[in-house]
């Protein structure tokens, strides 16, 4: 069964905003983590933010100042707002739950691009 849902990907020119979205189905329960990841072609997924379950949030370098990670726990949601968006941020980018400490889930993915 489908596990994360996301959305709100597309093609955006550069400066750009984007937000996406993961919905965690009410089959995960006690969510600890949630984040997002990215991969771009031909490179290694990696760490773009993550937000606690008490809202403390953490970012990678390149992304502080203009992305915000943020989480509904009621809907079991993470939103990511993406602003002056670069080409460099062109990637799938990928939801990830983290359940009761020990359970990881990846969403499907999202296509980002971003023209220059």
């Known amino acids: 069964q489908v596990q994360l849902v996301e959305s709100g990907g597309g093609l955006v020119q550069t400066g750009g905003s984007l937000n996406l979205s993961c919905a965690a189905s009410?089959?995960?329960?006690?969510?600890?983590?949630m984040g997002w990841y990215r991969q771009a072609p031909g490179k290694q997924r990696d760490f773009v933010a993550r937000?606690?379950?008490?809202?403390?949030?953490g970012y990678v370098d390149s992304v502080k100042g203009r992305f915000t990670i943020s989480r509904d726990n009621a809907k079991n949601t993470v939103y990511l707002q993406m602003n002056s968006l670069k080409p460099e941020d062109t990637a799938v980018y990928y939801c990830?739950?983290?359940?009761?400490?020990?359970?990881?889930?990846w969403g499907q993915g999202t296509q980002v691009t971003v023209s220059s």
């Open positions: 990830n739950v983290i359940s009761r400490g020990i359970y990881v889930y």
């Open positions: 009410a089959s995960i329960s006690s969510i600890n983590t």
């Open positions: 937000i606690s379950s008490g809202g403390q949030t």
